[in-house]
C-alpha cells in the first residue's frame, strides 16, 4: 500500500478515524479478504510505520499468520530491504555508513543523535548512496537498515546532508529556498523500494520480488527540476 502525503499510518490521540490502516480494513472488508463478523482479535495491522509527512510504501498483514510472519520479517535482519528516495543540502559524492545511537525527546518530538561509546540510547544504521549531485544538492537512495523514529532525518542532518523541506533536522537557508521555488514545506522523504531476500512461510513466494512505487507527482517535479 501506497502511503500518500499528510495522513498518519495509523491513529493517535488526535486522530482515530482518518488514517491509512483504517483505509486498508475499508478495503479488505469490500474485497472480502476480511471479515470482522468471523474475527475474535486480529485486525489487519501495519508492520512499517511512515511519519505523517513522508510518504510510499507501508506492507500490510491481512490475516494473522501473514501479519506474524511480516513481523518477524521486519524485526529480523536479512529478510527485507527497505529503501527511501530523498533530496539532501549538500553533493554527497560518496556513500554514507551510519551507525550510531538515539535517544528520543518526547517532549519536542525529536531524537539526539550520539556517538556509539555513550550509555544507554538505541542502535541506528543508515546507508546513504548519492544518485546524482548538481547545484548543491543531491539525490539519495537511502538503506534504512534498523527502523528508528526520524532516523533519516536525524542521521543525514547530523552527517551535514539534511533532507531538504525538513523543520526539524534540515537547514533553514536551504529550506526558505526550496519553500520559495517549489512550495515544499516538509521533508522530500518517499519509501520506493522493498527488496525481499528470504521469507517464512506462508510468505515464501516473496522471495526475490521487489516492490518499488514511483515519487508523488509534486517531489517528482522537484527531482526533475533540480536534476535533470
Known amino acids: 500500500m501506497e502511503k500518500p502525503f499528510g495522513l498518519l499510518t495509523h491513529g493517535d490521540s488526535h486522530e482515530k478515524k482518518n488514517h491509512l490502516a483504517n483505509q486498508v480494513i475499508s478495503y479488505l472488508i469490500e474485497k472480502g479478504d476480511y471479515r470482522p463478523d468471523r474475527e475474535r482479535t486480529f485486525v489487519p495491522s501495519p508492520v512499517n510505520r511512515l511519519d505523517r509527512n513522508t510518504t510510499g510504501l507501508v506492507m500490510f498483514g491481512k490475516n494473522s499468520k501473514a501479519l506474524q510472519t511480516l513481523n518477524l520479517m521486519i524485526r529480523e535482519k536479512g529478510y527485507v530491504s527497505k529503501y527511501y528516495l530523498t533530496v539532501v543540502s549538500g553533493e554527497l559524492k560518496e556513500e554514507l555508513v551510519l551507525k550510531d545511537k538515539m535517544e528520543k525527546d518526547s517532549s519536542k518530538n525529536m531524537i539526539k543523535v550520539m ?49 531538504i523541506g525538513d523543520t526539524k533536522y534540515g537547514n533553514p537557508s536551504a529550506n526558505r529556498w526550496i519553500e520559495k521555488k517549489f512550495g515544499l514545506t516538509t521533508q522530500f522523504l518517499h519509501a520506493y523500494k522493498l527488496s525481499f531476500h528470504k521469507a517464512e512461510e506462508p510468505l515464501q513466494y516473496m522471495i526475490g520480488k521487489e516492490i518499488e512505487g514511483k515519487l508523488p507527482e509534486n517531489l517528482e517535479n522537484i527531482r526533475q527540476e533540480l536534476f535533470d
Open 115 to 163: 556517538p556509539m561509546d555513550e550509555d544507554g540510547g538505541k542502535v541506528m544504521e543508515t546507508i546513504a548512496r548519492p544518485l546524482i549531485s548538481k547545484n548543491g544538492f543531491t539525490l539519495v537512495e537511502v538503506e534504512l537498515v534498523t527502523g528508528r523514529t526520524h532516523q533519516i532525518r536525524a542521521h543525514l542532518g547530523g552527517a551535514g546532508y539534511p533532507v
